[in-house]
Structure formats: C-alpha cells, structure tokens
C-alpha cells in the first residue's frame, strides 16, 4: 500500500507570508543604509526641520516683522527681563537674515547669550558669506558683540 502525504497548505502559506516579510524588511533596511551613507536623507531632515518654505516651525506660526521693534527698558511700565531682551535681539537678527537673499536659505543658529552678545553657529557656502553674516549682525540695533562660529562647507572653521 502506498502512503501519500499531504502538506498542510495552511503552514505553507504563512511561512511564505514570513518569508516575503522578512525579504522586505531585509530590503528596507538596505535601502535606508545606502540612502544615509551618500546623504540623501539630509534634504528630508532639513525640510523635516525648518519647514517646506525654510521657516523653523515656532516662527511660521507668527510672521510678524520684528526688526522693528523696540527694545524693553526698565524704565518702561513693563518690567523687562534678560531673556525678553534675548528673544527680541535674536528676533531682529533673524529677520535680517530672513531679508538678505543669500543667507535665507543658509542652516544657520542664531542664539543670544548675553546682552548684545549673538552668536552664529551653522554652515555657508562661501568665506564671502560669514563676512556678510558678521556684518549684518553688527549692524542690527541692540548687537554689540558678534562671536562668529560659522563654518564654510568643505572647508576648516572660518575666521
């Protein structure tokens, strides 16, 4: 008498099921691994980060000018704080490098780190570019001291 096995279709089907998806995955991986080793995902992070139109998202929210705004004083009705003052010096200069046409679109941090005091960290294309950066910086109203340190892509810190 002759036996005859029959495979379980059931058991057949999920382990291929399994199988694709391992495949996948393993595949998804790879991808990913190639995509960060030549860069390709630092356009994503960058969009992820500072917005389709290049505004960080606390500032698309409010598009109000303030350049032009005035700089509390103690003197005045509203009692004034150093990081009010911080915030504000940082506003001006950011919305003069929102006006310049080519530091708009270069990653660069603005910080306030004293009174008058701004510091520039991030990158430019082009020593030309951080002289810009430093000169629009000492030019906006409330900045007294600029401490550069903007980097010039490819190259060593840029003085």
């Given at each position: 008498?002759?036996?005859i096995?029959?495979?379980?279709?059931?058991?057949?089907?999920?382990?291929?099921r399994?199988?694709?998806?391992?495949?996948?995955?393993?595949?998804?991986?790879?991808?990913?691994?190639?995509?960060?080793?030549?860069?390709?995902?630092?356009?994503?992070?960058?969009?992820?980060?500072?917005?389709?139109?290049?505004?960080?998202?606390?500032?698309?929210a409010?598009?109000?000018?303030?350049?032009?705004?005035?700089?509390?004083?103690?003197?005045?009705?509203?009692?004034?704080?150093?990081?009010?003052?911080?915030?504000?010096?940082?506003?001006?200069?950011?919305?003069?490098?929102?006006?310049?046409?080519?530091?708009?679109?270069r990653?660069?941090?603005?910080?306030?780190?004293?009174?008058?005091?701004i510091?520039?960290?991030?990158w430019?294309?082009?020593p030309?570019?951080?002289r810009?950066?430093?000169?629009?910086?000492?030019?906006?109203?409330?900045?007294?001291?600029?401490?550069?340190?903007?980097?010039?892509?490819?190259?060593?810190?840029?003085?």
């Amino acid at each position: 008498m002759r036996v005859i096995r029959r495979r379980n279709q059931d058991q057949t089907r999920s382990s291929q099921r399994l199988g694709a998806v391992m495949l996948g995955a393993l595949a998804g991986v790879a991808v990913g691994i190639l995509l960060a080793d030549r860069g390709a995902l630092a356009g994503l992070r960058r969009r992820r980060t500072t917005g389709v139109d290049g505004d960080p998202p606390a500032m698309r929210a409010r598009r109000t000018p303030l350049a032009d705004a005035p700089l509390p004083t103690a003197k005045g009705s509203r009692r004034s704080t150093a990081t009010d003052d911080q915030a504000v010096l940082e506003a001006r200069v950011l919305e003069t490098f929102r006006n310049d046409p080519v530091l708009m679109g270069r990653p660069i941090d603005i910080g306030a780190i004293g009174t008058g005091i701004i510091e520039l960290t991030g990158w430019v294309d082009a020593p030309d570019e951080v002289r810009l950066a430093t000169t629009l910086t000492r030019g906006t109203i409330g900045v007294s001291t600029v401490l550069n340190r903007l980097m010039v892509r490819g190259n060593t810190p840029a003085a």
